[in-house]
Nanobody
Framework: QVQLAESGGGSVQVGGSLRLSCAVS????????MAWFRQAPGREREGVAA????????YYADSVKGRFTISQEIDAHTVYLQMNNLKPEDTAMYYC??????????????????????WGQGTQVTVSS
């Protein structure tokens, strides 16, 4: 099973930026998805951004579109989430995940709606006004 380790969280003020990193033990071969989710206290885990492998398309939740960017650095075994113009409602524990997907289904949108079962320990992001 792929091992995941998130880092880069912290406390920032409204309008600030953070870059989250997800160290991946080994990317699956061929076709796979990468995604970031978040969970605020008392709320369900929700998708934030997803990226299809092979320079595939990305997909973002409406709440973060235009502010967050998901990317991958294969040689570094890392998935990133660049977060700009942070808002208090972005406060949450952030998790990354990676999973295989059929090449025929490989797209950002399908990666966003896909079910995932493998998670890292998470990294906390707190945005204060």
């Amino acid at each position: 099973q792929v091992q995941l380790a998130e880092s880069g969280g912290g406390s920032v003020q409204v309008g600030g930026s953070l870059r989250l990193s997800c160290a991946v033990s080994e990317f699956p071969t061929r076709s796979y998805c990468m995604a970031w989710f978040r969970q605020a206290p008392g709320r369900e885990r929700e998708g934030v951004a997803a990226l299809a492998s092979g320079a595939g398309s990305s997909y973002y939740a409406d709440s973060v579109k235009g502010r967050f960017t998901i990317s991958q650095e294969i040689d570094a075994h890392t998935v990133y989430l660049q977060m700009n113009n942070l808002k208090p409602e972005d406060t949450a524990m952030y998790y990354c995940t990676v999973a295989r997907i059929s090449p025929m289904l490989r797209s950002g949108g399908n990666c966003y709606t896909k079910s995932y079962t493998n998670w890292g320990q998470g990294t906390q992001v707190t945005v204060s006004s």
